[in-house]
């Protein structure tokens, strides 16, 4: 008698506007239980039957109630839905279809149907799918709902880790479609005969998509004349043309473990672009004065070419050659080995000047997968930074310093990656943080270029990456703007990069805005505002596509390793109030330690984000940056998730210090 009862409900809303309400954002956890973290930075908790009303991220109003003397929240709003699209794997209960959303927060299995189209019969248990969630029970509906618009791939397959995450960030599965015929543009433009000049390509042995030939010279008076010529798709694909805009579109080559797909078609990164031995390629060319100190002239002139490799080069067997005396199974001619000689006393001569007036990076070892041909995974090779691939990174660094100057100088505007330090609002943190260990500097000074370097640098020469790993957290993000800037993280005034144009959109715009400089004309195209936020959220879905496949090929490689109790060196790369996050140096897998496995007790340890420490009864035991032995204690695929714990000899470090702690005490 009382449905439907107008006073009934009157009374009920009036009921309801008297109960406290707080704006946040849901927090769920493994348990079904949540919390609301609010904005005014409080904390309540969610019960299981609420938390069946909304997803992890949700932002919501919530009712703010009492039970068993305890406050807790009801979420009653949707302010903002934290999912739409998401991946999922296919469940089918009684018959009826749904939908398990691929995230740790979102364990719940959602009713679904299948687009206009579609028929359940494609699908199996298991399978997975592209899903949009299309009702929410904060909106009227009774239970979640989603509707399958596409099946990704089969269960089993071996092959999903890729492409289930590129289509977890929307990104393309293939190259783009081949053209019947190539044909060079007529761009108005002389391209100078350099077919005799001994330019040689330094790669990795596989690599197919070479991008850059270099010729040295070193001159009478000690210094050298550097050319870097680079592949030239612009001869070939014409602004705004369906091409353009795809490549536009896609941004970089995206690069995964064990596989890439390509921003340009393969018949041209892979082969008419390529700069390969022994065939004539158009090319765009920079040639510059390098002095004996490594200054770079202001003296670089850019022009067209065509050039043909003399020498196709790899980086292990130039490294051999020049670290060992000799490579095994290589010997170049003379006048390849004065070229990579040549080369080499310029990279030496760029590395200390960049040292003594710039910023340089820690060497670290990439780690590359090797799969079979089913696509298990093999092994994970360490491949360390060697010499080779130093005097490549810096006659390409040459190269964006010499672009970036021209473009300043010539036009203003163009493709930049910039970098402005610290954030403003963290500098006075900073000078405390640094001046404590043992700096002496100010904000004035961090707030320069030359400033800012040389705290880099001080950095750099510490026995110890703690205070490193600390002052990153308070650095700005590098961006890619078409205005030019310092790029502090480098040390450099002006940096714009032109040297692979097959794999970076923003190089193939710099490069016709370079032609525009070499034919005295307005350019074809000028890079608006938009350019370097679509170019950044390209990279930023790239980079986390590349976690995320390496993540769910980790899994897979060490699942035995628990059972086998291998020990790994690990080292710590952040800490915050759960646990600490390390890296595992043999194959460079990203692994948890909770708190909990390094003192059960949760009252004794403090894990500080802020500080960057581990502490048990107030005295230190792990800072960021230290090296530790681990095993692992559970690895997930579902979750995609690698948890482990010190091992037994520093377990026996943190008892000594508990012991140290109750002898204080006592």
């Given at each position: ?18 109960i ?11 348990k079904g ?13 969610i ?19 009492t ?17 739409e ?9 009684r018959?009826?279809?749904?939908v398990?959303?691929?995230?740790p ?19 199996a ?39 289930v ?6 990104l393309?599965n ?8 190539w044909?060079i543009l007529?761009?108005?433009?002389d ?14 042995a ?6 850059d030939?270099?010729?040295t010279?070193k ?13 030239d798709?612009?001869a070939y ?38 700069l ?7 090319a ?13 002239a202001?003296d670089a002139?850019f022009?067209?070419?065509t ?28 006048v390849i080995r ?21 910023v340089?990076?820690i060497?670290r ?5 090797e799969?079979?041909e089913?696509?298990?995974?093999v ?6 930074r ?16 010499c ?5 300043r100088?010539?036009f ?5 990656n910039t ?8 500098m ?17 000074s ?14 750099n ?8 790993n ?18 502090y ?10 040297t ?18 070499i ?23 790239h ?7 390496a ?13 086998q ?10 800490i ?27 009252e ?9 420490t581990v ?5 230190k ?10 095993v ?7 979750t995609?998730?690698?948890?482990g ?14 012991d140290?702690s ?5």
């Amino acid at each position: 008698m009382f449905q439907d009862n107008p006073l009934l409900a009157q009374l009920k809303q009036q009921i309801k506007e008297t109960i406290p309400k707080k704006e946040g954002t849901i927090k769920a956890t493994e348990k079904g239980f949540g919390f609301l973290e609010a904005d005014d930075k409080t904390s309540y908790f969610i019960p299981p039957p609420y938390m069946k009303k909304v997803m992890h991220g949700d932002r919501v109003v919530a009712l703010i109630r009492t039970e068993k003397e305890k406050e807790v929240a009801e979420p009653d709003e949707l302010v903002e839905q934290s999912v739409e699209r998401f991946i999922g794997r296919v469940k089918m209960f009684r018959d009826k279809l749904n939908v398990i959303p691929d995230s740790p927060q979102l364990k719940d299995a959602i009713r679904a149907k299948t687009r206009k189209g579609m028929s359940h019969d494609q699908l199996a248990d298991g399978d997975w799918v592209v899903a949009k969630l299309i009702r929410h029970p904060l909106k009227g509906d009774n239970n979640f709902f989603c509707e399958i618009s596409e099946k990704i791939t089969d269960s089993g397959d071996k092959i999903a880790p890729w492409w289930v995450t590129l289509a977890k960030h929307d990104l393309p599965n293939k190259e783009p479609a081949p053209q019947d015929e190539w044909n060079i543009l007529d761009e108005g433009l002389d391209r100078e005969d350099l077919t005799n000049l001994p330019f040689i390509t330094i790669d990795s042995a596989s690599t197919k998509d070479m991008d850059d030939a270099l010729h040295t010279v070193k001159n009478d008076d000690g210094t050298f004349t550097l050319t870097i010529a680079i592949a030239d798709p612009t001869a070939y694909i014409a602004p705004e043309t369906k091409m353009d805009d795809e490549a536009r579109e896609r941004g970089f080559t995206i690069y995964l473990p064990g596989r890439n797909i390509p921003m340009l078609p393969r018949e041209l990164s892979d082969n008419l672009c390529s700069l390969i031995n022994d065939e004539v390629r158009p090319a765009l060319c920079c040639t510059v004065t390098v002095a004996a100190d490594g200054t770079i002239a202001d003296d670089a002139r850019f022009f067209s070419a065509t050039i043909k490799s003399q020498g196709r080069l790899a980086y292990d067997d130039i490294s051999d050659l020049i670290e060992n005396g000799k490579c095994e199974h290589w010997q170049p001619n003379d006048v390849i080995r004065a070229q990579i000689d040549a080369l080499h006393e310029v990279a030496k001569a760029r590395i200390s000047w960049r040292e003594t007036h710039a910023v340089t990076f820690i060497d670290r070892p990439d780690y590359r997968f090797e799969l079979s041909e089913d696509n298990d995974v093999v092994a994970i090779h360490l491949d360390s930074r060697r010499i080779a691939n130093r005097m490549v990174e810096e006659t390409m660094i040459t190269a964006n310093i010499c672009a970036g100057r021209v473009l300043r100088k010539h036009f203003g505007y163009g493709v930049f990656n910039t970098h402005a330090g610290f954030n403003a609002e963290k500098m006075e943190d900073v000078v405390a943080l640094v001046n404590e260990h043992g700096a002496d500097t100010t904000a004035e000074s961090l707030a320069s270029l030359e400033g800012f370097s040389s705290l880099r640098r001080w950095l750099n020469s510490l026995d110890t990456t703690y205070l490193d790993n600390r002052i990153r957290k308070f650095q700005a993000y590098s961006l890619i703007q078409n205005t030019p800037a310092e790029h502090y993280a480098m040390g450099l005034d002006v940096y714009a990069t032109w040297t692979s144009p097959i794999r970076k959109y923003g190089d193939m715009i710099n490069h016709r805005l370079l032609k525009a400089i070499i034919k005295g004309e307005e350019p074809s195209q000028k890079p608006d505002e938009s350019v370097g936020d679509e170019l950044a959220a390209h990279r930023k879905h790239h980079r986390m596509a590349e976690r995320d496949v390496a993540d769910w090929l980790y899994v897979r490689l060490l699942k035995d390793s628990v059972e086998q109790k291998t020990e790994y060196a690990a080292e710590i790369f952040d800490i915050n109030r759960a646990g600490m996050r390390v890296r595992l140096l043999e194959n460079g897998a990203m692994t948890f330690i909770p708190g909990s496995l390094i003192v059960d007790n949760k009252e004794r340890i403090e894990c500080n984000g802020e500080q960057g420490t581990v502490s048990v009864d107030g005295n230190k035991g792990f800072q960021l940056g230290d090296q530790i032995q681990v095993v692992l204690t559970s690895v997930k695929e579902p979750t995609r998730s690698i948890v482990g714990k010190p091992t037994r000899e520093f377990a026996v470090v943190a008892e000594k210090i508990e012991d140290s702690s109750k002898e204080k005490k006592d």
